[in-house]
């Protein structure tokens, strides 16, 4: 990939003060983190905690009631469509058309990127040879397996070079294998091409394994944030999946 | 942004004619009503000295296909929506303006494909040849019916959250919308009432612009209908950039 690594002087995501109320309910409540350039990220709850709501409101999907988002420097709020072009996005839930080919996916993400017609191409073939999935170019997506389509939706989202990728769920009902392939290329697309990966999981072993930073998000607030072993030695556990169910446990129960 | 469009189209055309239940649907549908009324109501209309009945009724056949098409198409995009697809269109720096427009074009593409199929299948049935004139008013008041209704799909899509309902409320709207058009039954000679809701109804201004494109005879002066039927489409996509702003997967 010809991508440079991050070098932006601002951090990949800083979000200030961010608050969502829903029917009343405060589901985020004055939210506020940064995501440094270049590392891998992840915000974990339990359900219910906003995470998703967050996601949303950093991928300019929900306008934040109060608060200020920058990605890349750029305040999402006033130049929602500048921002847009400095992530990717690979939502918990297939967004792929099911009934186009791999090949016209691709095609069409390039189109809403403003990608030159002459570069496509290169672009689509380097994506798909980064995820090894060349030979499903052209095979209908509705044909493809879980593991098939989360590779092919995360080459789709790095196909317009963003330094910032956001991941909601990305290992979700996939097989040990296809988790491992996907780390390796996480980690790969991390340390070779400097991209900032923001991701949300429930699977804590993997955070623990491949994450540099942890925000731990409950009732719309974050509860802690910082690097892994901190968070370990912090709460006096032995591993994170342990020391988020303490953070994370309600008034009087023990975990 | 023309590639964007362009992207959409193809998409709503591509996914049309993959989909082969849908292109079976499309184009039997019409022909189960050309079938039903027009062999049932042909002896009797040309009984009452009325002429053809496949000449009167294929402006209606063909409004009608492009309107259940172009209104059903709204389900396509409560599909995206429940699915996911229209999460990476809302998230690409592409304005929804551009993103809805994109859409109806493509949906009112499909509904012309089968207007035009059915229209010579109507055509072949009366032995009926317009001219080159005639085609070109045809062809812009069927189209100007197509984006109205893709449009007002695009609002039903963009305003309802449940699917299931869907095809009911949209057989609850299009039924009134297809009886009160003149599409099966001639407008002269009915009751002041049905009159009057018929003339409420833009699909009555699309229907006899064809009509009279092809026969010569119209109800209401094809500019007034042609201004009725834009200006209708026009706002009816005003609200429907309204709703699909407001769509928050």
Redesign the interface.
């Given at each position: 990939m010809s991508q440079e690594p991050a070098t932006s002087p601002f951090p990949a995501i800083a979000a200030e003060q961010l608050v969502k109320t829903y029917n009343g309910r405060r589901v985020v409540d004055r939210l506020s983190f940064t995501v440094n350039a270049g590392e891998i990220f992840a915000f974990l709850g339990p359900n219910g905690a906003g995470k998703t709501t967050t996601i949303?409101m950093l991928?300019?999907?929900?306008p934040p009631d109060e608060g200020r988002i920058l990605i890349n420097g750029v305040d999402s709020a006033l130049n929602p469509?500048?921002a847009?072009?400095h992530f990717g996005?690979v939502?918990q839930?297939?967004?792929?058309?099911p009934?186009?080919t791999v090949q016209?996916n691709l095609?069409?993400?390039c189109?809403?990127?403003?990608i030159p017609?002459p570069e496509r191409p290169a672009r689509i073939d380097h994506v798909l040879a980064l995820f090894g999935v060349t030979d499903r170019r052209n095979s209908l997506v509705s044909t493809l397996s879980g593991g098939l389509k989360r590779r092919i939706e995360i080459a789709r989202a790095l196909l317009h070079r963003p330094a910032l990728i956001f991941l909601d769920e990305p290992t979700l009902g996939l097989d040990p294998q296809s988790r491992r392939v996907l780390w390796d290329h996480l980690k790969e697309l991390q340390s070779r091409h400097g991209t900032t990966i923001f991701l949300t999981s429930h699977y804590l072993d993997e955070v623990e394994r491949y994450a540099q930073t942890v925000a731990v998000i409950k009732n719309g607030q974050i509860v802690t944030q910082g690097a892994v072993s901190m968070i370990i030695d912090k709460a006096r556990h032995n591993s994170l999946e342990e020391s988020f169910l303490s953070l994370t446990a309600e008034d009087g129960s023990t975990a | 942004m023309i590639d964007v469009l362009f992207c959409l189209w193809l998409r709503q055309v591509r996914g049309f004619l993959r989909a082969r239940g849908r292109v079976v649907s499309a184009f039997a549908q019409p022909f189960i009503f050309l079938v039903a009324l027009g062999l049932g109501f042909a002896p009797v209309f040309r009984k009452a000295g009325e002429g053809d009945y496949f000449t009167f009724l294929a402006p209606g056949v063909i409004g009608a296909g492009i309107l259940f098409n172009a209104i059903y198409s709204g389900a396509d995009l409560l599909w995206d929506r429940q699915f996911g697809f229209i999460k990476e269109t809302l998230v690409s720096p592409v304005s929804r303006h551009w993103i809805l427009l994109g859409r109806a074009l493509g949906v009112a593409s499909v509904a012309l494909i089968q207007a035009l199929v059915v229209g010579m299948t109507c055509l072949v049935l009366s032995a009926t040849w317009p001219g080159l004139g005639q085609c070109l008013t045809i062809f812009v008041f069927a189209l100007l019916v197509a984006l109205l209704f893709a449009f007002f799909g695009s609002i039903l899509g963009s305003v309802m959250s449940d699917a299931q309902s869907f095809s009911q409320i949209v057989n609850f709207t299009v039924t009134p919308i297809f009886y009160l058009s003149g599409a099966v039954f001639p407008l002269e000679g009915q009751s002041s009432l049905i009159r009057g809701l018929a003339f409420c109804n833009p699909l009555t201004y699309g229907i006899d612009g064809m009509r009279g494109g092809l026969s010569g005879h119209y109800i209401i002066a094809p500019s007034v209908s042609f201004i009725i039927l834009a200006f209708s489409t026009l706002v009816t996509a005003c609200i429907a950039q309204y709703a699909f702003s407001r769509i928050r997967p």
């Open positions: 949303k991928t300019t999907l929900l469509m500048e847009r072009r996005v939502f839930d297939c967004t792929l058309d009934a186009m016209e095609w069409m993400h189109a809403f990127y403003r017609r | -």
